[in-house]
């Protein structure tokens, strides 16, 4: 259950970024989150609706952009989605593929009101 | 609360020297909870971005201060794990500044992290100059094996919690006072699933599985295999009695991560110890180039 380990630190990151903003409050998060980050949405959306409790981020409007994986081929330079870790490259067959995208656990940006 | 993770409580964290089992190093609390802002706690503020202090914050425990708000959008990109991953580069400079080699063994609970530590220390502890880090929930059962087995250890006990974070490498390794061109193994707490997440600033990050667990872990567990540098395949003395496919096994393992390099060992009867200690000797060279 590490879901619960990251949404204390979403928490922990926003409260500080919006305090060092001069934030009243704060109306919306955006996070970015690598569908094989480690992460499983469904459980870091209940983890997150137990961190915010009692924070800044109570009646903040949560917003989670998934981020399906992108890989890049080493031998050919051909870039596919995928779904998991193993799949050979569809042009050239090669199973040796590097991530690009998919395992980003970034908060992008924070929407705050402020005087 | 643990300071990244969150899964146990800095309280229960005890950092153990066999020698002195009763001294603890000091463990401070510290409090981000609280909008007071206070940072009275002496670690590092490792935000992204510089900022003054010289405001105060406490308009935030009062909405609603009167005049108009503005919103306003701030784009953060800011990586969830930041803190930890900061503070392991800081514990890679120390180790890169002194020339220490850095290894941090991951595995499940029982594949014998602790059993191949002994048998290296014990074939090469002088040569190498070998410190151990041993991260487990409770007890000191490993500690006590490594002191056996004649290197200086500290043990974390990190109470609840399942790994083990660059905060706490940082802390047990300025006990340790680890000397120049010196090897420091450090035993994550046994987790194939958590480790992974956190960098330590480990040099080369080492995966052991026993060859009694099934060939298919690499795909149950592709995090932690697609994050390490070597495989380390031990019990290989029971090869004879199990349906163990070791083949099988390198080949899903390739395909999580096909830089992953592999060496069959038995902590047991030292098969593969050579290769092993040549893998270590390969990265101080790495390292000096």
Request: overall charge negative; charged content about 25%; glycine content about 6%.
């Given at each position: 259950?590490h879901?619960?380990?990251i949404a204390?630190?979403i928490?922990?990151i926003?409260e500080?970024e919006a305090?060092?903003?001069d ?10 989150i ?7 949405p469904?459980?870091?959306?209940f ?11 109570e009646k903040t ?6 981020i ?10 051909n870039?596919?989605d ?6 050979s490259c569809p ?5 040796k593929?590097?991530f ?5 656990l970034n ?5 705050i009101?402020?005087? | 609360m643990?300071g990244?993770?969150g899964c146990g409580?800095d ?11 009763d001294?603890?190093?000091h463990?401070?609390?510290?409090f981000?909870g609280?909008?007071e ?11 992204s971005?510089p900022?003054?202090?010289d405001h105060s914050?406490d308009?935030?425990?009062k909405?609603g201060?009167?005049?108009a708000?503005?919103?306003q ?5 800011r990586?969830?794990l ?5 503070l392991?580069?800081?514990?890679r ?5 002194l020339?220490i ?7 499940s609970p029982g594949?014998g992290k602790t059993?191949?530590?002994e048998?290296t220390i014990?074939e090469k502890?002088?040569d190498f100059?070998?410190y ?5 929930q ?5 500690a006590?094996?490594i ?8 043990q974390?006990?990190?109470g609840?919690g399942c790994?083990l974070?660059a905060?706490?490498?940082?802390k047990?390794m300025?006990d340790l006072k680890?000397?120049e061109k010196s090897t420091?193994?450090?035993e ?5 699933v958590?480790?992974?997440?956190f960098d330590l600033?480990e040099?080369k990050?080492v995966?052991i599985?026993s060859?009694t667990e099934?060939?298919?872990k ?9 994050t390490?540098?070597l495989?380390l395949i031990n ?9 163990f496919d070791?083949?099988?096994f390198k ?5 999580v991560?096909?830089?992953i390099e ?5 902590a047991?009867?030292g098969e593969g ?7 270590i ?5 790495i390292?000096t180039?």
């Amino acid at each position: 259950m590490h879901e619960l380990s990251i949404a204390i630190q979403i928490v922990e990151i926003v409260e500080e970024e919006a305090s060092n903003a001069d934030a009243e409050s704060i109306t919306k998060l955006e996070l970015d989150i690598g569908l094989l980050s480690g992460i499983e949405p469904d459980a870091l959306e209940f983890a997150m609706e137990e961190a915010i409790r009692d924070s800044l981020l109570e009646k903040t409007h949560i917003v989670y952009n998934y981020i399906k994986a992108v890989v890049v081929c080493e031998e050919c330079c051909n870039e596919f989605d995928t779904d998991d870790y193993f799949n050979s490259c569809p042009y050239c067959n090669s199973l040796k593929t590097i991530f690009i995208k998919g395992k980003e656990l970034n908060i992008k940006s924070i929407e705050i009101l402020k005087q | 609360m643990c300071g990244t993770c969150g899964c146990g409580d800095d309280e229960h964290i005890t950092y153990r020297n066999p020698n002195n089992p009763d001294s603890h190093l000091h463990e401070h609390s510290h409090f981000h909870g609280d909008k007071e802002h206070s940072h009275a706690h002496h670690h590092e503020h490792d935000h992204s971005h510089p900022h003054s202090h010289d405001h105060s914050h406490d308009y935030l425990l009062k909405p609603g201060g009167g005049g108009a708000l503005n919103s306003q959008t701030i784009q953060l990109q800011r990586k969830i794990l930041s803190k930890n991953d900061l503070l392991a580069e800081r514990n890679r400079g120390h180790f890169e500044a002194l020339s220490i080699l850095a290894f941090n063994l991951v595995s499940s609970p029982g594949s014998g992290k602790t059993a191949v530590l002994e048998r290296t220390i014990r074939e090469k502890g002088n040569d190498f100059n070998c410190y151990v880090i041993e991260g487990d929930q409770q007890t000191m059962n490993d500690a006590d094996r490594i002191k056996s087995a004649g290197a200086p250890v500290i043990q974390i006990n990190t109470g609840n919690g399942c790994h083990l974070d660059a905060l706490m490498v940082n802390k047990a390794m300025k006990d340790l006072k680890l000397p120049e061109k010196s090897t420091l193994f450090i035993e994550n707490v046994g987790n194939l699933v958590c480790p992974a997440l956190f960098d330590l600033g480990e040099t080369k990050r080492v995966v052991i599985i026993s060859v009694t667990e099934g060939e298919d872990k690499p795909a149950k567990y592709p995090n932690m295999f697609e994050t390490a540098h070597l495989c380390l395949i031990n019990k290989t003395d029971l090869l004879p009695y199990l349906d163990f496919d070791l083949e099988k096994f390198k080949q899903i393992a390739t395909q999580v991560n096909h830089h992953i390099e592999f060496i069959e060992i038995s902590a047991k009867t030292g098969e593969g110890f050579n290769q092993w200690h040549e893998w270590i000797e390969k990265q101080r060279l790495i390292g000096t180039e």
